[in-house]
Structure formats: structure tokens, C-alpha cells
């Protein structure tokens, strides 16, 4: 081969070369990124509009549908859900994988520019923002000490925010707790009455006392003059004096109304606890750093280290900050994890090269071609902008075995012509000339894997393309280290005769015997055709059998990562108020902080997630220590908690592991969707009785709720046109009564702040205080039940819509050891038993509807695998039948696969499944060293029967040592050495070797068996 002979006339010149890859390959290592996952872009689109005062019915019909029909018409839709909620509507987009989301977010800015005029005139603009996977929450801090809650909130948004802004990689810094500051022109209901003030003209009235504005240019004597008007108020005193014209003569603001510095009303807030100092705050404000799309978690942890003294000596005395939560840590702990299964397995295949060959040397030439392989990978993943994580380095970790298998193939070759007498540069040569054609079809089978790998176009498929590539990478440059490398130093340094010492001797004579003995039972399941077929037989009947052991394997979406993250989702009846809220809160940090293991507790009250707000609700984050300081996992912490909390009395509480892998979502989450509220309403209470007892199944709940008491007022439009009053203005009277009004803003120290006009508490403190505010006409003041009917009723806490139906989400989780396919098949069966009317139906989403995304995904990847190899071999080996033979070392593999999995307990996710497609490429490499020997000897004119018995034990060594090497290369895996993100790399390894090691020694037999029935066949068609 052209290649081999030049590595082995010009030495230093294909060092030089593979040098150039080794530099740059270091160069490029240093240069990648840390992160826990690959940047994937997912096409995500989600518009926010804020309309202040409304409930969830008015924001679904004023704002939520008109948003929803613009919407719906941008093509590539994979589909529509929104959040109808008290304030607030949330419009949730997400778009085909082939669908840029620029494109995509820009599609949608337009549409809702359209419908802008048919929105409430006093709803916000909305907001329209892409979702980027990569912009996650990197670090969390809280700041707490012994000033006033508004004190600490201005500190953090006026000291905090703007120095963790200016890290590099920052996108923005979200703060939760402390109150805002807010200027409150509270006025009293009689006071209104007696000097009939209109609260939205007294709203005007403020913003058109409170204005700077630029008047224009003027010259004069050749130069240019700039006119502003200046009239902001610059003090409180301002606005507490300003002339307000009342029906009785003039009067000072602060004559009518209490003109208030304080604070905005507090609907949430934070708390805080450290377990290990047992020391704790409720006046906190919790600061979290949330990444840019580029940034890099490691980085700007890193940056945040240089720069916390300088920020914690700037805070006033008495104030500190703590970081309670930094995912770089996990970063690097899961990297470093990783890289020292990588180096554990290129010692451990060492190991296995050296008990074979017996010399340092030749261990030396085989080895090589890992750490050359995997250097030079760094260079092209530095250059597709590839980073160090969880997937690229698995990529690598699980290539260590199959990197060196090439060598191993070339160099035992090179091995058996040096034995038969030839010198060292002769038998490089020719060993690996032979040898070419059966070292590039197993290296091209690898490839021809992983590229419909790459290829994938669902999420899941986005994530393994960086892994796909990057074992791509390694393969090719081990094809060429086989090829140069190899040769070139077996020509080199290779002794002229292998001294065996007495390990070695022992160890090759008993090889030998093996060699011999596996002829020998060659040769007696030759003598018979009915032996071949009997072979054939049982290997068919044990694939029955790990079939019925498949059916026992559990399937879940993706393992749980053990990061030390639990969510506890709190929520009392509707009505509770934020004290009883928190007093609940701290009887559940009570009962949490009895274990040790627990570091950090932060609680958030006033909010369970993004869509569940109110004062009745609350999340608490629980940190735990580090995995290789406790003994428990987060699992069985959560377990525990789960068991313990149940005891408490009087809310509803939901425990939740939290893995950056699940992306915060629930496991276990589908939408019952139809058009009748009333009839969901029937139809949910149906699947929570039918479903609570699923084995497995835990924190099953639905999303929507009864909402707060609420008073309803429908105007009556007659007595409105009688008395010369619109509904606007009625509307906006009842809001600046009870909610307030804001118009304008008070600028202090380049920050704005509120301006609310509103009335006190007192004035609005019951219903029939509400049923009589008073509304100012042109005829004079009238009390609201005058003008409109006032009447008590029930509201909805939310109302959600799935691709425009009317929606109810459900959420669960497996329990513990519970894989989530079990679950989910269980939910499936007892809502298929249910008799569900026409038009309303059960959709999956989240975590199980990636699952489904995934097995199609998979399945087609997996069959596309097959059909490329098939092709590859084919044309290869220049048969159709042979590739036939190759392949069917799959099902053979799969026997170990199912077996591996249920003796380990490991459950089949995206890992395990992808780790059976990477089988195809890995297990096809026995079959094809045989037969492409045996081939040549029929050539030469051997008998086929003589052809395999004598290809078949020449071709066990190493056969036997390259998957060995596989096996033990992947053992660091298999094992679950280390304790950051070991679940990803377990599955994979325990597949590779459970598939690798029954399809190595089922091979040997089957191989052979079904080459000499086809040849058979072959003859009898002739």
C-alpha cells in the first residue's frame, strides 16, 4: 500500500506531518470551552405582553386569541401554547428543527406589529423573544443583611446588577425579594367624593406635570443654542406641592392626597438558610447570573471569582453575599470525570496490548495510536466550534478501545510474516498490505455509523451530533496512524527476534492451545451440515430469550444527572395570603434542614414556577453537598423528602429531583385538550381518579385551579349613557381605585421609579366598599353599583391553550428505580379505557414526547445505519450475499445488549439506544477480519471447509485482543468511575461491552457456520 510503504521509506517525513496534527491538536484543546451540554439551537419563540389589572378571562379573549390567530398562520409550526393568567399572557412557539429561529422570531415580531391597534390601549407592548438553550442560569447569589427591604433591593439593582452585568458572557442578572421603591399618591374614598377627583385625570394630570422635553435650536452670532424645558419633579416635595384645580378653588396635592416614599405592594419574595452554619435571613435578594448564548459557564465563574472581593468590599456595612449555586462546578467535575476515563482506559488497553504482546515496544507502536488519535481530534472540534463536554468527551471516551483496534489488526499481521522469517521493514510492508482491505472496511463501517448520527434532525439528534462527529474525527485519524504510524515504527523499532520471558512463553503457549482447540471444534462442526444449522439454532433461540429479558428493561427519555438539585413546589388553598404562605415555608425548611446532606435552602414565595403565580404559592430550591461527600443520592434524598413532607398538613407539596439534562420540566407532562372548560373540568377529574394508583406514579396533579373569590362588574350601559361616562373610563376608575394607576415616573440617581395613583387600603379593604366607589361624571359623583352590577363570584387561576384548543396540563414524576417508559405506558392504558367524547384528546408533551420524538428518530437512524454498511461491504467485499453474513453479528450483539442491561439495572434511553447504533460499526469488524481471510484463502485455492479452519484461529488473536482492548477501554465507563455526570456515560459503556463481548465469542461459531451454508448454497445454484 502506497501509504504504509512511504511511512516506511520516509520515517521523519510522516512524523513531521503527524506532528503538525499533534500541535495543533494541543493548540485547539486549550482553546475549547467547557460546558455541561452542546450548544443546540432550538427554534423557540415566546411572546410576553403584560396587561396590568386584567384576569385570566379578559387576557385569554382580549390578548391571548387575537395573538394566537396572527400566530398560527408563520409556516413550520410544530406547535402553539399559551398561558392566560392574571396580568399576563404567554404565548409559547416552538418551530420545526429545520426552521431558523432568527427567521423565526422575526416572522412573528411582524405579525403581532399587525395586530398591535386590536390589543388593549393600556396592555404593554409585547415582547417577543427567541429561546436560546445555551442561556441558562450559571450562578446563584443571595444578598442579605440588617438594612430595610427596599434598602437591599436598591443596592442589589443599583451596585450588584450593574457589576455582574459587566462580566464577560453575561446575559442578564435576574433578581428576586427586596421591595422596589415607589412613589404612592393615595388618596381617601370621602375626599374624592367631596372634591370630585377623577383618578384617571388625576393620573394625567401628574404626567403632564412631570415632563422634560427638548424645544429645539436657535443661532445666534454664529454659534448654536440647545432649548429644553426641564420640568420633572427632582423631589417628592415637588409633587406633595403641586396645584391641583378642584370644583372648590385650588389646592396643594398634599392637602387632598398622602404623597408616600415607599415601597411597591410585595407579592414575592426570598428567603434564605445555610445548613452547615445554620444560619439564615428572610430580607434577602436573590441574585442569579444567567449566561448568553456564547458565554461559557467556566468562564464567567472563573471572571466572578477575580471579581466578588471588590464587589463585597463596595457593599455597605452590615450586607453579604453568598453564592449558594454555581453549575461550573458540576461542569468541571463531569469534565474531569470524563477525561480520567479516557486516560484509565488508554492505560487499561495498554495493559490488555502488553499481555498479548508481551513487549513494550510493540505495546508502544499499538498504543500510540490512541493519544495520537484523540489529540489531533481536538484540532477539527476547535475549528467546527465544538466544546468540552458531557457528550464530545464521551464521544472520545468510548472511542479509546475501538482507536487502537486498527493498529492492533495491522500490527499482529505484521507480527505473523515476521515470524515466518521476514525482517522488520519486509514484513511491515507486507502485513499491512494484506491487511488494508479489511482495516478500512471496519474503520469505514464505523464512520458510515455515526454520520446518519450526525445527520439526525429532531432535538435529540442536535445534542449527539457534536458526540457523532467527534468519534468520527477519532476514528479516521486511527485509520491513519494503522496506516502510517504502525508500520512505520514496527519498521523501526520492532527487535529482530521477540525473547519471550516466562509470563510471555506461558501465556503464548496456552493461547496457542486455544488456537488449536478452536480449530479442532471448527473442524467437528464442519464434518456435518445439521452441526451449522444446530449452532445457528441455539444462537437464535438465546435472541428469543434476551427478547423476554428486553421486555423487563425500563425506558426513560434520559438518565437523572446527580447534581445535588431539588425543587419543592408548595401550594396552600387559594386565598392564603404571603404571611401564611411563608409561615408554611418555614415549617417545610424546618423539617428539610434535619438532613445533613442539605447545604443551601432559598425559598421564593409568591410563585411555584414561571406560570404559577400568586400569594398562595411558593417554590423552595434545595442545594445539596457534593456527591462524593454524601452517601445518599439526590434521588433518595428526594424520596425521603417526599415520605416526610407528606405529613404536613394544609398544602400541596411536590418534591422534584432537578437535572440540567431535563431542562426543569416535569418527567412525566400532557395536555387534555378539547373546547368545553366544563366539559375538561368532568373529563380531568376522571384521569386524576383513574390514574393516582399507577404504581410509580407521583406528584400527579393538574394545572388548573379555582381561582381567588372574585367581584364581577358588568356595567350597565344605560345608566353609563345617562350619566355621559364610557366603559374606559368606568374600567379606569375601578383599576386606579383598587390596583392604581401609573403614568409617569420619578427620576432619582438615574433610576426611575413609580408613580401610583391609587386609593388607600381603608377605601378598598371589602366588597361593599368596591360596590361604592365613587365614579365621577359631568352630573356629579355616583357610587359603582349605581352604574354597574357588583357581584360575587369564583375566578380561574389560569387558563392554558394547546395549538389553539382550550388545554389542562398534567405533571408527575416516576418514584425512585421507576423507569419513566413504565409510567407512561401505564397513564396510556387507563386513559385508552376512558370514554372520551368527540373532539377532546390526550397529547403528550415534555420529556415523554421527546421520548416518542426519539425512538422514530433512532429507528430510522438505526435502519439507515444497517443500509449504509450493508452497501459499504458490499461493495467492498464485491458480494451481495457476504454483508449478509456480516450484519447478522447485530442481532448477536443484541443478546448482550438486553442481557447487560437488566444484570446492570440500567435502563434504555438515548445513551443506551445510541450506543446500539454505534454496535453496527463495532461488532461488524469480527465477521469481516474472517471472512476476508478466508476469502483470500478460497482464492489461493483452498476448500472452503480447509479456508476456515485455517483463517478462523489465525484470525483469534486478534480478533480476541481488539475487542478485549474495547471491552477494558470502556470498563472506566461501564463501572460509573466518577461522580459528575457518570448516568450519561454508565448506559453507554454497559451496552458497548454487554454487545461487544457475546457477539465476539457467538461470531466465532456463527460466522463460520453460515459461510460454509451459503457457499453451499452458492455451489448448488451454479
Known sequence: MFLSDLSIKRPILITMIIMVFIVFGLLGYFALNLNMMPDVSIPFVTIQTIYPGAGPKEIETQITKIIEDEVATISNINYIQSYSMESVSLVLMRFDMNKDVNIAAQDVKDKIAAIQNQLPA?????????????????????LSGDVTPAELYHIADTQLRDRLSQIQGVAQVNLTGGQEREIRVEFDDRIVTQNMISLPQMSQILAM?????????????????????????????????????????????????????????????????????????????????????????????????????????????????????????FVRASVDDTLSNILLGILFTGLILLLFLHDLRATLIAALAMPMSIISTFLFMQLLGFTLNIFTLMGLSISVGILV???VVVLENIFRHKRSGQDKKEAAAKGTSEITIAVLASTLTNIVVFLPIAAMTSMVGQMFKEFALTVTFATIFSLIASFTLTPMLAGLILPKELKLNKFGAWFNKGFVKIEKFYGRMLVVLFKKKRYAFFVILIALILFIGSLQLAGKVGFEFVPLLDEGNISIEIELPQGASLESTAKSVKEIETIVAKHDEVMFITSTIGEANEMSRGTNLAKMNVKLVDADERIAKTTDINNLLIKELSEVSGAKIKPNVQSSASGGESPIEFYLKGQ????????????????????????????????????????????LAQSGVSIQELAFTLRASVEGLVTTTFRDGGKEYDIRIVLNKDSVDSPDKIRNLPVVTRHGVFPMSQLAEVSYSHGINSIQHRDKFTAIGFTGSPAVGVPLGDVTSGIDKRIAEMDMPPGYEVQWSGSAEFMQEMMIDMLRTFILAILLTYMLLAAILESFTQPFLILLTLPLALIGVFGALYVANVTMSIFSMMAIIMLVGIVVNNAILLLDYTNQLVREGYPVRKALATACPIKLRPIIMSNLAIVIGMMPMAIGIGSAGREFRQAMGVVSIGGVIVSTFLSLLIIPSLYLITHKLQKIKK
Not at 412631570?210 to 420633572?232: C, I, K, S, T, W
Open 122 to 142: 393600556d396592555a404593554d407592548v409585547p415582547v417577543t423573544a427567541k429561546f436560546e438553550m445555551g442561556s441558562e442560569p450559571v450562578v446563584s447569589m443571595v
Open 209 to 329: 406635570n412631570n415632563l422634560d422635553m427638548p424645544g429645539g435650536q436657535f443661532d445666534r452670532a454664529g454659534r448654536e443654542y440647545a432649548v429644553r424645558l426641564e420640568g420633572e419633579f427632582d423631589a417628592v416635595t415637588q409633587i406633595r406641592n403641586l396645584e391641583i384645580q378642584t370644583p372648590f378653588g385650588i389646592k396643594k396635592l398634599g392637602q387632598i392626597a398622602s404623597v408616600i416614599d415607599t415601597t411597591a405592594t410585595v407579592r414575592k419574595r426570598s428567603t434564605y438558610f445555610n445548613n452547615v452554619e445554620k444560619t439564615g435571613s428572610d430580607n434577602v435578594v436573590k441574585a442569579t447570573i444567567i449566561k448568553s448564548q456564547d458565554g461559557n459557564a467556566v468562564e464567567i465563574s472563573d471572571l466572578l471569582t477575580k471579581e466578588l472581593p471588590g464587589i463585597r468590599a463596595s457593599l455597605p456595612h452590615g450586607v453579604q453575599l453568598n453564592i449558594i449555586d454555581d453549575t461550573s462546578v
Open 676 to 719: 368545553d372548560i366544563e366539559v375538561l373540568e368532568e373529563l380531568k377529574q376522571q384521569i386524576l381518579d383513574n390514574c393516582r394508583d399507577i404504581y410509580g406514579l407521583v406528584n400527579f396533579d393538574a394545572s388548573t385551579r379555582s381561582g381567588k373569590p372574585e367581584l364581577s362588574i358588568v356595567p350597565d350601559r344605560n345608566k
Open 405 to 407: 483496534t486498527n493498529s
